[in-house]
């Protein structure tokens, strides 16, 4: 899992995250991370390395910042307690609401961060990718605020299963780009960006939208989605305490590493990331880096990533467009390598379960790469009772209507009975 001949220290790599010192000047997280990118990008890094360690600790850019995400983003989002599903499953069981924030997930708060900043660097136009949508409508709102023009790029898979995201997109005044080589989803659309940002590096600005690619921007994404895990502690310090057991999805791991580094330095606290187990073991048929990956580079950083025995990336599966990804960000490498946060999958039909369920006892229309940390979630609970957990709700599910559309909706026994007397 590490490179030859490196040795690895694990309780002093995670003390030196839990400091706050990962990454290292050369954007490393232990033996992951890093910069591999065309010595064309190279200037433009740089600047965005000095634009991000210069603007982030600064306290006018960071009025900038919290005032959008208060007045506009709608932050704080809301801490939920979940009676019934606590009740069903024998657990007291809380929901971090990011699917109430603005544009419905996470991904706004780091597209409006580094929209800003973007505009403090000089940057003329935005390129973003996108694979569930969620992603792709936070830069075009994001870029809509601050004044920028925006170009998406979007798989053609996931164009077709994602559309009222496409639409959302265009209403918001981007251009959404189809791409139809490759796997014609997350990857494909990450490397079509990349490469509109080569052509012109001066005055493009890539905004990526989860804790992957080169240095600095696990790092940045991470800074920017760390707000999830810091308002979550603070609100459950008032309702009771902090939880026993933290759960988030992790498809390139934005809105989990958000989330855990809230309780990163809390030992007792089990911190668990659930990947998309898709519809079988094999490789092509799920998405579970953290699981099955082995050591590699891909989109600029060496992390772990589903290849095959010729160093072939595979294509991946996953119901849910936004955890279809054959890697995963750096620093959710180091943390599986240290055992600090352990992680597992959910397959697509425990997925959907546990969606159905969110929905019929709460309320609550979570997204299918949500209903992956929900699902994880009740296993743990199955042996865990009396437990108390906090699931991050990444986004909401108005996207996924599409895909949900192909699946019958479950019914219990009573009103299946009911309905065969009918």
Partial sequence: MIRPNEEINEKKLLRALVDGKLPDASGRFGPFGGRYVPETLMPAIERLTEGVHRLLPDESFNHKLTSQLKEWVGRPTALTHAARLSKAWGADVWFKREDLAHTGAHKINNAIGQALLAKELGATRIVAETGAGQHGVASAAACARVGLPCVVYMGELDIQRQSP???????????????????????????????????DPVDTYYLLGSAVGPHPYPFLVRELQAVIGREARSQLETHGGLPDAVFACVGGGSNAIGLFHGFLGEENISLIGVEAGGRGDDLGDHSATLGSGRPGVLHGAYSLLLYDDHGQIQETHSVSAGLDYPGVGPEHALLKLVGRVKYVTAKDSEALDALQECCELEGILPALETAHAIAGARHWASTNQGARILIGLSGRGDKDMPILSQYPIKTNDTEGAENAAA
């Fill in 165 to 199: 995201n496409v639409d959302r997109m265009k209403r918001l005044g981007a251009n959404v780009v189809s791409v139809n080589s490759g796997d014609r989803t997350l990857r494909a659309a990450i490397d079509e960006a990349i490469r509109d940002w080569v052509s």
